[in-house]
């Protein structure tokens, strides 16, 4: 009896055994492996998904390799992308490579890309390019001349530091092109010449080295010493004595100044050459601003004292009037004998009709653009021919009085696509801090069509200027006072609108 009872327990206890013995080898079975990547294909279709030596930003990818079915996280650059394990087998998975902010990831980081999984990480070298990136730039000389340099001139050679800088198609100075013949490229780094001739810069891209690749376009603000630039006109529409400024880059040493065709032979030169000040003549007819130093020469693309060129509307009798009396605005007269539209003291310096736009202080969220708003039919905003143009070289101008203070409340403006808006608040000196906005009289305010925005005017901009004008390049505008904020406005707001128009900057 206690034979049979010894042999049963000796089974039980080889039975036990045999069972970890499989559990074991079970484990072993699905223990988990490091990551491992042989190459790196483009996710496309044959014959373009081949095997890829450089990675650029946004780029959709196939590492192929194995243990990959459960990889937690890929990096490029030390830059996490976005995993979707429903794209990954053993073998591959897919992945787009993420924005990379070069210029803060350590450079031994910069073409590595780490795979990990829950048993350990692997790293693959690959070229992983992007948009170029300026992070500064240097005199090109032998040390110790090789400096940074804050300031650059006409003529001068110079070394261009940051990242993707490699084979640009385009390397400009305040829009003026610079010859890449002879551009020396190393992976971080390109040495050009700055064009000996910079007159006629663009007014938008002032003090800017605009360097363009394949993969897009990196911009860099440095001070460009040498022709003039003009980037505004204080008031546009002026009268014989009335004061005007004009802002802009280097506007030192005038050798020669006409406004509208009329010279100009007494002004005041600011130090910093940003801004000059003078009276105005009288002026016969409307002309752009041209201006000469002693480094070159700049002429506005739009004409001053000239109500015609790109009007939506003047507000006078004729064809440019297009003003819907609904909008709730009050049309006015700056002529104390015209009868109607009746005279107005308030805003003195323009003795044509004008539209007045008042209310009290708003409460938080409100402002109608049916009850108090200037409305203007469809007007040709754009040429057709010029829809393809970048939308920061055109731009909305108008002029306006601001008598009394104002802070608070948004002038928003759209055109006849809503889903974009542009917003017009002076007041506003910081992200937090406000000071109340008044006007001297007349000024012009210059809008870029690339400030309309989604989400109210304060999302991304319009992508091109077919996507606010659509492909007519015509348009109605809508302008009103709304407060955007949660809080009451601290004033109310009391302004007069004239001569909107549409013109090159």
């Known amino acids: 009896m206690k034979k049979i009872i010894y042999n049963r327990n000796y089974f039980i206890r080889i039975f036990w055994v045999a069972v970890v013995f499989m559990a074991v080898l079970a484990c072993e079975k699905d223990e988990l492996s490091p990551p491992v990547i042989t190459e790196i294909r483009n996710y496309a279709q044959a014959p373009d998904d081949t095997i890829v030596q450089t990675l650029n930003a946004g780029q959709w990818v196939v590492l192929l390799g194995k243990n990959l079915?459960?990889?937690?996280?890929?990096?490029?650059?030390?830059?996490?992308?976005?995993?979707?394990?429903?794209?990954?087998?053993?073998?591959?998975?897919?992945v787009q490579v993420p924005s990379i902010?070069?210029?803060?990831?350590?450079?031994?980081?910069?073409?590595?890309?780490?795979?990990?999984?829950g048993s350990g990480a692997t790293s693959f070298e690959i070229v992983i390019t992007g948009a170029p990136y300026i992070s500064y730039v240097r005199n090109h000389a032998s040390p110790p001349d090789d400096i940074i340099v804050e300031?650059?001139?006409?003529?001068?050679?110079?070394?261009?530091?940051?990242?993707?800088?490699?084979?640009?198609?385009?390397i400009s100075f305040q829009g003026i092109e610079a010859d890449l013949a002879n551009v020396v490229y190393t992976d971080s780094s390109a040495i050009v010449q700055v064009p000996s001739e910079l007159s006629g810069g663009d007014a938008s891209l002032v003090n800017t080295i605009s360097y363009t690749t394949k993969l897009g376009t990196g911009i860099f603000s440095i001070r460009i010493i040498g022709p003039p630039i003009i980037t505004g006109?204080?008031?546009?529409?002026?009268?014989?004595?009335?004061?005007?400024?004009?802002?802009?880059?280097?506007?030192?040493?005038?050798?020669?100044?006409?406004?509208?065709?009329?010279?100009?032979?007494?002004?005041?030169?600011?130090?910093?050459?940003?801004?000059?000040?003078?009276?105005?003549?009288?002026?016969?007819?409307?002309?752009?601003?041209?201006?000469?130093?002693?480094?070159?020469?700049?002429?506005?693309?739009?004409?001053?004292?000239d109500i015609a060129t790109g009007a939506i509307s003047t507000f006078e009798w004729?064809?440019?009037?297009?003003?819907e009396w609904w909008g709730g605005a009050e049309l006015t007269s700056g002529d104390p004998n015209s009868g109607w539209p009746p005279y107005n003291a308030d805003f003195p310096g323009n003795s044509g009709m004008y539209l007045v736009l008042k209310n009290n202080p708003l409460n938080g969220g409100a402002?109608?653009?049916?009850?108090?708003?200037?409305?203007?039919?469809?007007?040709?905003?754009?040429?057709?021919?010029?829809?393809?143009?970048?939308?920061?070289?055109?731009?909305?101008?108008?002029?306006?009085?601001?008598?009394?203070?104002?802070?608070?409340?948004?002038?928003?403006?759209?055109?006849?696509?809503?889903?974009?808006?542009?917003?017009y608040e002076p007041w506003k000196i910081s992200a937090t801090g406000t000071a109340a906005y008044?006007?001297?009289?007349?000024?012009?305010?210059?809008?870029?069509?690339?400030?309309?925005?989604?989400?109210?005017?304060?999302?991304?901009?319009?992508?091109?200027?077919?996507?606010?004008?659509?492909?007519?390049?015509?348009?109605?505008?809508?302008?009103?006072?709304?407060?955007?904020?949660?809080?009451?406005?601290?004033t109310g707001f009391y302004a007069a609108f004239d001569n909107f128009r549409v013109v090159k900057r």
């Open 69 to 94: 079915s459960e990889v937690t996280q890929v990096y490029f650059g030390s830059i996490p992308a976005t995993i979707n394990n429903t794209f990954a087998t053993d073998g591959s998975v897919v």
């Open 318 to 323: 004729g064809d440019d009037f297009r003003w």
């Open 151 to 170: 300031s650059i001139v006409a003529d001068q050679q110079i070394n261009i530091v940051g990242y993707n800088l490699k084979d640009a198609t385009s």
């Open 438 to 490: 008044s006007t001297t009289g007349w000024q012009t305010v210059t809008i870029p069509l690339s400030a309309f925005r989604s989400n109210d005017g304060n999302g991304d901009p319009i992508a091109s200027l077919a996507t606010l004008l659509g492909d007519s390049g015509n348009s109605g505008l809508i302008l009103y006072m709304h407060n955007y904020s949660a809080s009451p406005t601290q």
């Open 233 to 305: 006109v204080s008031y546009e529409m002026p009268k014989e004595g009335d004061v005007v400024v004009l802002y802009g880059n280097n506007l030192l040493s005038v050798q020669d100044f006409t406004f509208a065709g009329a010279t100009i032979t007494s002004y005041e030169e600011s130090e910093d050459g940003k801004s000059i000040k003078f009276t105005v003549p009288e002026l016969t007819q409307g002309g752009p601003v041209e201006i000469t130093t002693v480094s070159g020469t700049f002429t506005t693309a739009y004409n001053v004292n």
């Open 367 to 423: 402002g109608d653009e049916s009850a108090n708003a200037i409305r203007i039919p469809s007007a040709q905003w754009i040429p057709t021919e010029n829809l393809t143009e970048p939308a920061n070289s055109w731009a909305l101008k108008f002029e306006v009085n601001v008598p009394n203070p104002w802070n608070g409340g948004t002038i928003s403006i759209k055109s006849s696509n809503d889903s974009y808006r542009a917003r």
């Open 101 to 117: 902010p070069f210029q803060t990831v350590p450079r031994d980081k910069l073409n590595v890309i780490t795979v990990v999984n």
